[in-house]
């Protein structure tokens, strides 16, 4: 079984979060994050005010998992996903569409504890590693 690490819940491990680190013993070899992810998780690390530790954990982080491109299968399934659920009257936030449309084309479960910003998402599978 593989899974697309959201954002949140790779900032969770690197924070110690128990539960998140013993899902991540578990499923060793089958976790992922997008680019997207890591430009995120960059961005908490390398922030002004961060600690240094946080740069040397997100190293440590990638050691576990493998990155995963936006490609143009990536970008067209964000597309199709974007342009259904705009039809709807539901913005969705794009960097999240991203992560999503990640997910979908790899046909990985999507594991972040803000399912709210993908339940619109048809066919996209979740799950929240924080929640006992």
């Known amino acids: ?14 924070k110690g979060n128990r539960a998140v680190s013993n899902r991540f013993l578990q499923y060793t070899g089958g976790l992922y994050i997008s680019t ?21 954990g997100l190293q440590e982080l990638l050691r576990d998992v493998k990155t995963l491109d936006v490609t143009r299968d990536v970008a067209r399934k964000f597309g199709e996903v974007r342009a259904a659920l705009l039809a709807q009257g539901l913005p969705p936030p794009d960097l999240d569409m991203l992560i999503a ?7 990985f479960t999507l594991v972040t504890h803000n399912t709210q910003d993908f339940v619109n998402v048809p066919g996209l599978r979740l799950t929240d590693w924080i929640l006992p």
């Open 1 to 14: 079984m593989s899974f697309l690490l959201d954002t949140d819940i790779c900032s969770a491990y690197l």
């Open 36 to 56: 997207v992810t890591l430009a995120e998780l960059y961005t908490w690390a390398l922030h002004a005010a961060a600690p240094p530790k946080r740069s040397q």
């Open 101 to 107: 449309a990640t997910a979908l084309v790899h046909d």
